[in-house]
């Protein structure tokens, strides 16, 4: 079949699964944000405001993510929906597909369901930003159970040899299923029965919620640790404390979407201070006592990156 006919390459997430390591991951992933930040006169990367409907009655929302990475030669669209009341039928949050397309002619090359990439590419984010940001290693904090905690201690601990790893859910049974988990695999996670007692001295903190009240506060945590704030509500980011908010300097993947998606900040007189990418570059720095936020919102040029590397992978072993 010529390749004008042949039918796109169809990857579950199970196949998308067996194609991701973090090893190349996140250095994929690391390139992708600190491009996001150069200023070049040809734009390397091109991913517009996502889009964000609500879905009338249900507590959902969709979104249409496309982007376009020069240095990878990929383009790619994503649609995601988060549902968060999808727990209560045991079913995830997050549902996402990827269409990869040829750069040179438009077609569809391939469709990959997104829950794993969606899990690996923000996890793999968190860890690059951890990555500039932390100034210790000893104790990893994970505030929520779910599938994006899941994926950020396996990144995390991938990059960075912690001495004790916490996990604190609000609901118990939760964090005890993920610890039990972990505990299969030989690696020791503690459960914690409040975020207090979760975060107390904690190096590094996640929180991967959808959470519509604060549920970390600027009193728990000490000077120079460093936060993952990934969870986001339908519409709303409120996992951390004002205090926390007003203590922090503060980073985002993207600086567009902080302007769309974290305006509520200006509320509390709070700005997000620049993008990871620049402080991967060298352009700012950050002092080694200051209490440091990486706000992920996740970006479009992550799931392109990693939809190339998937299907790069893919071509490699068939
Ligand atoms: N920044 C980014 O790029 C991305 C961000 N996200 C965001 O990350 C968060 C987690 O996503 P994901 O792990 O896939 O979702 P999951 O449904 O797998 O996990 C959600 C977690 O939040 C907990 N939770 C639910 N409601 C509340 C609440 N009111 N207060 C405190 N905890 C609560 C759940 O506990 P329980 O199940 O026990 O109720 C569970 O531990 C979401 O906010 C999502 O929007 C997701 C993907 C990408
Ligand atoms: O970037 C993503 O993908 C998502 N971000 C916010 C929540 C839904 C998925």
């Known amino acids: 079949m010529s390749s004008s006919t042949a039918s796109p390459l169809y990857l579950t997430d199970e196949d998308v699964k067996k194609l991701l390591q973090w090893d ?3 250095p994929v992933i690391e390139r992708a944000l600190k491009t996001v930040s150069q200023t070049v006169e040809t ?19 969709l979104l ?14 994503k649609l995601v929906t988060s549902f968060p009341d999808n727990a209560q039928k045991g079913m995830a949050s997050i549902f996402g597909t990827v269409l990869l397309f040829d750069t040179n002619t438009g077609k569809v090359q391939a469709i990959m369901e997104a829950n794993e990439i969606t899990a690996w590419r923000t996890a793999a984010a968190s860890a690059v930003a951890t990555k500039y940001l932390h100034k210790g ?6 505030l929520g159970s779910g599938v994006q905690a899941r994926s950020h201690i ?14 604190w859910n609000h609901n118990q049974q939760g964090a005890e299923k993920l610890a039990a988990e972990f505990h299969e695999l030989g690696k020791c996670i503690s459960v914690c029965y409040s975020a207090d007692d979760a975060v107390k001295n904690a190096d590094v903190i996640v929180t991967a919620t959808y959470a519509s009240s604060p549920i970390l506060k600027r009193k ?14 339908i519409n709303h980011h409120s996992e951390l404390d004002k205090e926390l908010y007003q203590a922090a300097s503060i980073y985002t993947d993207t ?3 902080a302007q769309i998606e974290l305006k509520g900040l200006a509320d509390i007189e709070v700005s997000v201070l620049g ?17 440091t936020v990486f706000h992920s919102l996740g970006m479009a040029v992550e799931d392109v990156v990693t939809a190339k590397l998937i299907y790069e992978q893919y071509k490699m072993k068939n």
């Open 220 to 233: 728990w945590i000490k000077n120079g640790v460093h936060i993952n704030a990934v969870g986001a509500g």
């Open 255 to 257: 600086m567009p979407a």
């Open 154 to 167: 396996n990144a995390l601990t991938h990059l960075l040899k912690f001495k004790e790893i916490r996990v």
């Open 137 to 142: 290693s000893d104790i990893l904090a994970i």
């Open 275 to 291: 993008e990871i990418g620049e402080i991967i570059q060298g352009t700012k720095h950050v002092p080694r006592e200051n209490i």
């Open 64 to 77: 249409t993510m496309p982007g376009f990475s020069k240095n990878d030669d990929a383009l790619a669209c």
């Open 24 to 26: 190349t991951l996140i």
């Open 43 to 61: 734009p390397l990367v091109v991913q517009p405001p996502r889009t964000i409907m609500p879905v009338p009655d249900k507590n959902g929302v």
